[in-house]
């Protein structure tokens, strides 16, 4: 049996001193078995837009709309995006999706550090710190986030038996935490996409694969988490 644990309220609990164990025991005086396994989902890397003026704008369907590296505050014109390495990657006819896919804007060109995009969604309203997903594009994330490294201590301290890596691309991100967690946790990878999915044979380094929709049949079943 699995349970999943969101890691951002238990955050408060393990900072008092608190642990998982005393549910534990209560499920096993209630005579439940087999103990539910105990995952510790992590974030991982997750893109964003910078803020906003007012904390939201309205972006107009077919309007040019530029995503640059200036630290100054959006309006209805532009957006910072602080990440240059995908800024100089991308290219005309990639597609980037805001605000958990809201939002749609094709790249019409690139200027220096600037992209130039047209806004293909109606009713489009930016707010401060969005989300940022570009489809079909190789983004490399080979290192935990400091958020993540945090979330694994606490993971540690609250007796979690599993991790579960978010975006996972590579094995680095495995190697890195195994050198933090106890022997006897074990790790997941979430496999989310196609490129993922290319590179699974980097992920079984891990003790178990998940995946959500079109990507759960093609995986081995000896690493399914049911």
Known sequence: AWRRMSIVPATQEAEAGESLEPGRQRLQWAAIKPLPSLIADLQGV?????????????????????????????????????????LNKLKKGNKILIDDGKYLFSVVKKIGNSIITKCQSENCVLKSNKSVHIPNFDIAFNKLTSKDKKDIRTAVKLGCNWIALSYLQNE???????KLIKKDM???SKI?????????????RSDALYAQGFVWGLLPSRHRVE
């Not at 964003?48 to 704008?57: D, F, L, T, Y």
């Not at 989310?192 to 079984?204: C, F, G, V």
């Open 46 to 86: 997750k893109l964003r837009i910078g803020k906003v003026k007012n904390e939201s704008q309205k972006i107009k369907l077919n309007q040019k709309f530029i995503f640059d590296n200036k630290k100054a505050p959006g309006d209805s014109l532009r957006v910072n995006f602080p990440y240059p390495k995908i």
């Open 172 to 178: 680095k991100l495995i190697i890195e935490t195994r």
């Open 186 to 188: 074990g790790i997941i």
């Open 192 to 204: 989310e996409n196609k490129h993922a999915l290319k590179k699974r044979h980097h992920a079984e």
